[in-house]
């Protein structure tokens, strides 16, 4: 490590500019984000013709499944990997391996490569997410932090709200390969940039790394995960399968935890969750994932089969919700930036979070598009405060040295919200809507949705009137369920902010008249060029 150092990277200069080796990092840092939040938005859109392409639609799900398999178990590994070796190999590595699984991907010739590759894939995606944050974490003092992690909530809003729509446009201009190869050039940008101008001290830690932690946490979210992506879907939540893979999850992560108070270089080091703001904002951020994904799984669906919206433009559906998103994202950094202060933001986004979602529930056959567009841009607000902010506290509780599990630890958490958002508020929604078709549509409506409580665009259009009109109130009935438990999950959210200890953020800034601010630990070495 070089012993001449410039920290005009970490402190902003008088004129409040940061450096522009600094800036092309945080460019460089979207751009990995961005390829890591627009890939599954495009692969949804390009799957029908993969299937036609490739066969193997029984296998559907688990071109999805191990994307998110791999990117969840992965996600801890890569942010101690980053503490122990040092941010920026750890992070070059990931991208590179996202590179290597996006190519597979695309030259894939059936669907079990597709679904290998895709592991591969969603393995580099973990480190992605993580080393972004982490990164940002040793670059800019908390005190500033807001804005910038603002931007990328921005990046992975304009990621969901562009992905189904580039999608669409690669996969009939240019064929499906091209969802995989878009990547490519993307990421050899990003890459580059970060490779030439990215300078972090070089770290080389002595310790081993915790093999038997990785093995028996990597077990557990499998584990997880598997149970709500499979619960009510290919198995019962009662079946031996499903109850197995409990057994195995419990026992696994009660192995974990134990290990961990005994291994010398733990991944996961259980001291962080001492600190109060970490364990709080690691049950916001868990919240923030179940509402999120299940709100942008089940919003398209009810304005496709109950207000008569096209498929085609689905991203667009949930402009109100992401722009309001983007928008307070955006405002809650600057506001973090220039007063040290956020606890306002966890507090009034879960609030907000549980009047928009009430709202949502309120929706039946007779709401307008402006209406529903109102609600869900109350959800956005909410989630808006929410989304950057959590990361930042968390990052603000632990020492220099954990910043990167700090990251991967509330990342996970988030990732893990959204698959039992996914699969909870799906099992009520799919019960729902098929007790409302026995009601009103009796053995015809049982048959219609024996398979699916789901149907798409054009299995609605062969419906009989009767038919379709009693399926467009089983989503409403179904949609009221859903929202209104993801408004009661979303209290445990507030109650979680309530108890937020507004500690002051380290670093520069402007300060209140006597403010001091904290000294930060173990500062980080940053060249410029």
């Known amino acids: 490590m070089a012993d001449t150092t410039d920290t005009s990277a970490v402190d902003a200069g008088a004129g409040g500019k940061r450096p522009r080796s600094v800036r092309v990092v945080l460019l460089a840092l979207m751009i990995a984000m961005m390829l890591a939040m627009l890939d599954n938005m495009i692969i949804g859109t390009a799957m029908p013709t993969i299937v036609g392409d490739l066969g193997g639609l029984e296998h559907l799900s688990w071109v999805v499944t191990s994307y998110t398999l791999a990117t969840a178990a992965s996600t801890p590994l890569w942010g101690k990997l980053g503490d ?28 079990g490569q597709l679904i290998g590759f895709r592991a591969i894939q969603g393995l580099g995606a973990g480190g992605l997410m993580v080393g972004v944050m982490a990164i940002i974490g040793d670059l800019i003092p908390p005190r500033e932090r807001g804005k910038y992690q603002g931007m990328m909530a921005g990046v992975m809003a304009l990621a969901m709200i562009g992905g189904p ?8 201009h240019w064929g499906w390969r091209w969802a995989f190869y878009i990547n490519l050039p993307l990421g050899a940008v990003a890459l580059a940039a970060v490779s030439a101008v990215l300078h972090l001290p070089k770290k080389r830690s002595e310790a081993r790394i915790d093999y038997l932690g990785a093995a028996l946490l990597t077990t557990g979210i499998t584990a997880i995960v598997l149970v709500t992506t499979w619960g009510g879907t290919e198995h019962a939540w009662t079946s031996a399968r499903i109850m197995e893979l409990i057994g195995i ?6 192995g974990f935890v134990f290990w961990q108070t005994r291994a010398a270089e733990p991944v996961v080091p259980l001291h962080i969750f001492r600190s109060r703001n970490f364990t709080l904002m690691s049950v916001v951020g868990f919240i923030t994932g179940f509402v999120m994904f299940g709100a942008t799984l089940f919003l398209p669906l009810y304005q496709q089969s109950v207000q008569g919206a096209s498929a085609t433009n689905s ?4 402009l109100p919700m992401l722009g309001a998103m983007l928008v307070t994202s955006m405002v809650a950094g600057r506001v973090t930036t220039s007063t040290g ?8 986004g879960s609030a ?39 990361m930042l506290v968390a990052q603000n509780s632990v020492q220099m040295k954990d910043m990167g599990v700090a990251s991967s630890s509330t990342t996970l958490f ?6 039992f958002g996914v699969a909870v508020m799906g099992a009520l929604f799919n019960n729902r809507v098929q007790d409302v078709m026995a009601e009103r549509a009796g053995a015809l409506g049982s048959k219609v949705t024996e398979q699916s409580a789901q149907l798409d665009a054009a299995s609605l259009a062969k419906l009989p009137e009767a038919a379709r009109e009693a399926y467009q109130h089983a989503v409403s009935a179904g949609i009221h369920s859903a929202f209104l438990l993801g408004a009661v999950v ?18 520069a800034g402007p300060k209140a008249e006597g403010e001091q601010d904290a000294p930060v630990s173990q500062p980080p070495v940053v060249e410029t060029v």
Do not use: H, N, W
């Not at 991203?315 to 949930?318: K, V």
């Open 165 to 172: 729509l580039v999608g669409g446009t690669i996969t009939d």
């Open 315 to 318: 991203g667009l559906l949930l």
């Open 414 to 419: 988030r990732t893990l919200g959204s698959s």
């Open 249 to 254: 999850g419990v026992a696994a992560l009660v």
């Open 84 to 111: 122990m070796y040092g941010r920026k190999g750890t992070f070059l590595s990931s991208i590179v391996i996202f590179l290597i699984g996006s190519a597979l991907s695309g030259m894939a010739q059936d669907m």
């Open 490 to 507: 979303a209290v445990v959210a507030l109650a979680a902010a309530v108890f937020v200890k507004e500690v002051p953020l380290k670093g």
């Open 341 to 348: 202060k956020y606890k306002v933001f966890p507090v009034l």
């Open 352 to 390: 907000l979070m549980i009047v928009g979602l009430y709202l949502l529930s309120t929706m039946d056959t007779g709401t307008s598009r402006f209406t529903s567009g109102v609600f869900m841009a109350v959800v956005g607000f909410g989630m808006g405060c929410l989304m950057q902010i959590t």
